[in-house]
């Protein structure tokens, strides 16, 4: 056992900690694990394009790091246009059960983001574990949208319990009033 806790240490240690990467090395990560990527440039900034799942996704480079054409980070982006209304529940039930990526909501586009830190030294297979965490995340998001009529049910349940209740103490109140006057009435 010992021996094989060695071997791993051992395995690990050999491996290049990066500090940052560029352009061309995050490509060849998505490469590697069978993504297509072609590189586009918007704004003046170079970005990846790629997809997964049939979803089109964008690799977007921040922080410059000291090196010319290094980045200390990037964030992994997917914006989905949607039809029809998105129930305020479909992004927030996202944000409570999945703690790796961030779903937000802007008119009717879903925008789901990653962000990969390297500043502070990280391998390549960290980064290439990152590209794996990201297809599951967009398999379970598009799982989590195929549920969205479930959502929206659920969402309207919840909003008829909670009326309920108001609507009875209404109706209680009146009367409670009309009692408390006709109390009022027959003491004088």
Known sequence: MASKETEVAQTTT????????????VADLFKAAGYRVTPA????????????QGVGFAVRFG???ATQGAYLDYTLSCAMQVQGELPPELVLSWNRSK???????????LLLEMDVIVAGGV??????????????????????LR??????Q???QVQQSQQAPAAKRAEA????????????????
């Open 173 to 188: 109140q009146p009367a409670a009033e009309a009692g408390d006057a006709a109390h009022g009435a027959t003491l004088q």
């Open 14 to 25: 050999a491996q290049k900690v990066l500090e940052a990467v560029a352009v061309e090395q």
């Open 123 to 144: 391998t390549e297979r960290y980064l290439s574990s990152t590209i794996e965490l990201w297809d599951r995340l967009i398999q379970e998001f598009l799982l989590h």
């Open 154 to 156: 659920a969402q309207q």
């Open 41 to 52: 440039e918007q704004n003046g900034i170079v970005q990846l394009m790629s997809a997964s």
């Open 147 to 152: 549920n969205r009529p479930a959502i929206a």
């Open 63 to 65: 922080n410059a790091a």
């Open 99 to 109: 703690r790796f990526a961030r779903l937000s909501s802007t008119a009717q586009f």
